[in-house]
Structure formats: structure tokens, C-alpha cells
């Protein structure tokens, strides 16, 4: 466990360095961000090299740590400079299949099929979502060989507001991750694909994952503690780590105010239009554009109502969210 608290501890930290990374974005995803300089922008500048002591290199998907011995040693007279590279968390390539389906006694199975690509650069060894931090009846199952955990996010936290990632209020905060101990090898690259399972009575809504190669960086012992803070803001999962957009259990059935169509309505349409806005697949989506004139009427009305809909899904995120507007909105059986 302590490995999990220091985890979350790297996820809420303050972030001081924001930079826009460009480039491929996975589905509903914006660009990541590097929370550290550019390499690229800062290797011939002494004066950058003078405050900041890590850096991001795009091309090698690589954090460049640097700084000078005397940092370390303490010997003014000690002109060397010290230079690590340490691999990026976000080497893979999660491909998933996302499946729902709700019990007689009302009990939601949320099944996420996942495989790392063959793009992948090294196993897939955590994956991690953010779910209701409410929600008692939460259960975990996967292989054995995985670990799973369970943690709540503190609740005076603004989780991500201004990241790459989805808006989540800090009262959805509770963090579902698996993954594999430091012995054992995860999903390589082109790898059968493994399930794993949430059970849950929460109604299902748009949310985060993450996922990660969960490798241990070699540091040296006597790294100096102005480089190990920078260096915390490089571990943060919003730019480490591979975020997509997946569903996940989110609205109480019957405790407010998540369980008020209304507040569902309107979750779904800030999702969505922040997933709009952070990648032109859909931006031009008919099926959304549908799809969010009928959560603008659900939540003008403030009733649920059949979500019938002429524009049909055209990829596999826009069938998993029509899926879970239908199960969190339609009239209740």
C-alpha cells in the first residue's frame, strides 16, 4: 500500500509548469500536456538550465534529468554535469472493448476486454479509472495475478480541472486501479487480451482511465531534492501516463443528487462537449449532435425520456456512451 498512497500523492500534486505537447491525441483525448521545459527548447540555454533540471524529449518519449554534481556532492569546484534519461510511463497501447450489463437485482457489470497494441514499447502493467467515491457496493475482479485497489481521492481536491483529462468533481474522487507486481510481467505488445470487472449499483457515465507501463526509474540515492520535486511533477498520470476516455460506474441510484436526471443530463453534455473540443474526430459527430439536443431537453424538463435517436453511433466510444445514456437516462422499468 504505501507504493498506492505515494501514487496519489503524485496525482494531486500542484503543478507549478504547464506546456502544450502536440501531437496524436487518443480518442477523446486532448494533446498532452508536459508538465516540465522541452528539451528540444531548453538543451541549448544555459539560463533555462540554471532553474529547471528536467525535461521532456518528444522524440524519445524520454524525461531528461540534469543538473550539476556540486547539487549533489556539495563541492563548489565540482563542474561536472550529471545526465539521466528515464522512460516514459505512457510506452503503451491499451486497445479496449467496453461492456455493460445490469443483474435482475439491479447490479451493473462494467467489463473492460483489454490489449496492449502491437505499437505498444513495453507492457501494459496498471490500469487505473476514476469512479464514484460514494459508492459503497464497488467490487473488483480481475485475474489473480493481478492487484487491485481501491482509494479516495481527498475531497478538497479539484482533480485534473484544467488538465487534458475530463472535468471530474472532486466528489466523484475514488480511484480503481489493477496492476501487476514488480516480478511478474504485464500485457506485452500484441498480447492476448485479459478482462477486468467492476461491479457496481452505480448507474454508468463518462469518465477517465489511465494506463501505464509502471516502470521503476533508477535514481541515484544522493539526487538532490530540488531535482526529486521537479522531478514530481513529470510523474503526474495527466502527462505520464496514457489517459482515454472510458465508462464507468459514476450516478447513484437513488441517493441526490446524482440520482436527479438532471445532474445526470447535464454530466453527460460537459463531458462530451469537453471531449468535442479536445479532438476533431468529434467535433463534426452527428450522433452527438443528436445526442446533446436530448440532454439539453432532459435537463430543461428535468424528466428522463427514450432516448431514440435517427444519426447512429459511428465508433465504438460514441456506441459505449449511447449505451450508457440509455441505461442512466430511459425511464426506469
Same mark, same amino acid.
Given at each position: 500500500?504505501? +507504493? ?21 491525441? =487518443?480518442?477523446? !483525448? ?8 522541452? %528539451? ?9 538550465? *540554471? ?9 524519445? =518519449? ?48 462494467? =467489463?473492460?476486454e483489454i490489449r496492449n497494441g502491437s505499437k ?15 459508492? &459503497? ?40 486501479? %489493477? ?5 511478474? +510481467? ?11 470487472? !467492476? ?17 521503476? %526509474? ?36 437513488? &441517493? ?6 438532471? %445532474?445526470?443530463?447535464?454530466?453527460? +453534455? ?19 449532435? *443528436? ?18 435517436? +435517427? ?23
Amino acid at each position: 500500500m504505501p +507504493r498506492f498512497h505515494s501514487f496519489l500523492q503524485l496525482l494531486f500534486a500542484a503543478i507549478s509548469f504547464t506546456a502544450e505537447l502536440c501531437g496524436q491525441a =487518443q480518442p477523446g !483525448i486532448s494533446p498532452l500536456f508536459s508538465r516540465v521545459p522541452f %528539451w528540444e527548447n531548453s538543451a541549448t540555454s544555459s539560463k533555462v538550465m *540554471e532553474s529547471y533540471f528536467v525535461f521532456y524529449d518528444v522524440p524519445a =518519449q524520454q524525461y531528461v534529468v540534469t543538473y550539476p554534481a556540486k547539487l549533489a556532492s556539495g563541492n563548489p569546484h565540482d563542474f561536472r554535469r550529471v545526465e539521466l534519461r528515464l522512460d516514459k510511463h505512457s510506452t503503451v497501447e491499451p486497445e479496449i472493448v467496453t461492456s455493460i450489463t445490469k443483474s435482475t437485482e439491479g447490479l451493473y457489470s462494467y =467489463q473492460y476486454e483489454i490489449r496492449n497494441g502491437s505499437k505498444a514499447k513495453t507492457d501494459l502493467r496498471r490500469f487505473a479509472l476514476i469512479a464514484a467515491s460514494h459508492d &459503497e457496493s464497488i467490487e473488483l475482479k480481475g485475474k489473480v495475478r493481478w492487484l487491485s485497489e481501491l482509494a479516495h481521492i481527498p475531497k478538497n481536491t479539484a482533480a485534473r480541472d484544467n488538465g487534458p483529462a475530463l472535468k471530474i468533481q472532486a466528489q466523484v474522487g475514488r480511484l480503481v486501479s %489493477w496492476r501487476i507486481p514488480n516480478h511478474e +510481467r504485464g500485457l506485452k505488445p500484441a498480447s492476448e487480451s485479459e478482462l477486468f470487472t !467492476i461491479n457496481s449499483s452505480f448507474l454508468p457515465g463518462i469518465t477517465i482511465a489511465y494506463f501505464s507501463n509502471d516502470l521503476n %526509474w533508477d535514481l541515484p540515492q544522493d539526487l538532490p531534492e530540488i531535482v526529486r520535486k521537479q522531478l514530481e511533477l513529470a510523474k503526474d498520470p495527466d502527462s505520464n501516463w496514457k489517459p482515454q476516455i472510458i465508462i464507468g460506474p459514476k450516478f447513484s441510484p437513488t &441517493e441526490a443528487p446524482t440520482n436527479d436526471p438532471i %445532474w445526470i443530463a447535464n454530466d453527460f +453534455r460537459a463531458s462530451i462537449e469537453r471531449m468535442r473540443s479536445n479532438n476533431p474526430t468529434f467535433q463534426n459527430s452527428k450522433f452527438l449532435d *443528436e445526442l446533446n439536443q436530448i440532454l439539453e431537453n432532459i435537463a430543461f424538463i428535468g424528466q428522463r425520456v427514450s432516448l431514440e435517436l +435517427r444519426n447512429r453511433p459511428t465508433n465504438r466510444l460514441e456506441s459505449d456512451i449511447l449505451q450508457a445514456a440509455i441505461a442512466s437516462l430511459e425511464p426506469r422499468k
